[in-house]
């Protein structure tokens, strides 16, 4: 089964700080994905990627930048972290099978 | 654009009743429907995909057909379990593509009680 790990799995940051969630998968798949849930918006894409060096806006990539410096890692950063931006992220991975396998999630809270 | 409709948010059912979650979808191109489900704390996981027009698709007693007719993926069960409590989200594959980015319903919160 393939495995995405998350870290942290939780996170409380001040507004205006710099926040980086990190994502590892041990799969290698070529895509990498990062979304952002919300209650009554179900799951949103933030940034994705095809392959190390790439990185790729999704539907909702205003404050989030990311980064996919190997195969395995892909990193969403949070330049100066704001209260809306609070929310559960999960990364996933996915190559060719047509599912995406999902990580345990951060929860992150932006006071 | 592409996008999914789920239009209950929460649906409480006792259990050894059927269930069904509506999933309707728009796209400009012929569809790769999938459902996920969420369960408390946990990551979300595959549970049914279909591309193909009026078949139906099994899994853990879940089902649905895709009918391209009235652009929709309803998940049902005909006896739900304590277990099936979760979060279930219908999802629609970008540019009609397997491996396009997925766009996600808001997702249907599964309730089920003794």
């Known amino acids: 089964e393939a495995a995405v790990t998350q870290s942290p799995r939780n996170k409380v940051a001040v507004t205006g700080g710099k926040v980086t969630l990190s994502c590892n998968q041990t799969n290698n798949h070529n895509n990498m994905y990062w979304y952002r849930q919300d209650t009554g918006h179900g799951l949103r894409l933030i940034h994705y990627?095809?392959?190390?060096?790439?990185?790729e806006k999704g539907d909702i990539p205003d404050g989030y930048k990311a980064s996919r410096p190997s195969q395995e890692n892909f990193s969403l950063i949070l330049e100066l972290a704001t209260p809306s931006q609070t929310s559960v992220y999960f990364c996933?991975?996915?190559?060719?099978?047509?599912?995406?396998?999902f990580g345990h999630g951060t929860k992150l809270s932006v006071l | 654009g592409d996008s999914v409709t789920q239009t209950e948010g929460l649906v409480t059912l006792t259990k050894g009743l059927p269930v069904m979650l509506n999933c309707t979808y728009q796209t400009t191109y012929s569809p790769f429907l999938f459902w996920y489900v969420q369960h408390l704390n946990e990551a979300p996981k595959l549970l049914l995909k279909s591309s193909t027009d009026n078949k139906r698709t099994e899994h853990q007693g879940f089902y649905a057909t895709l009918h391209k007719s009235s652009s929709s993926f309803h998940l049902q069960k005909s006896s739900v379990q304590l277990s099936d409590s979760a979060l279930y989200f219908c999802?629609?594959?970008?540019?009609?593509?397997?491996?396009?980015?997925?766009?996600f319903g808001a997702g249907t919160q599964l309730i089920v009680i003794p």
């Open positions: 990627s095809y392959g190390a060096g790439s990185t």
């Open positions: 999802a629609l594959s970008e540019g009609g593509s397997a491996l396009g980015r997925l766009h």
């Open positions: 996933a991975s996915g190559q060719g099978d047509e599912r995406l396998f």
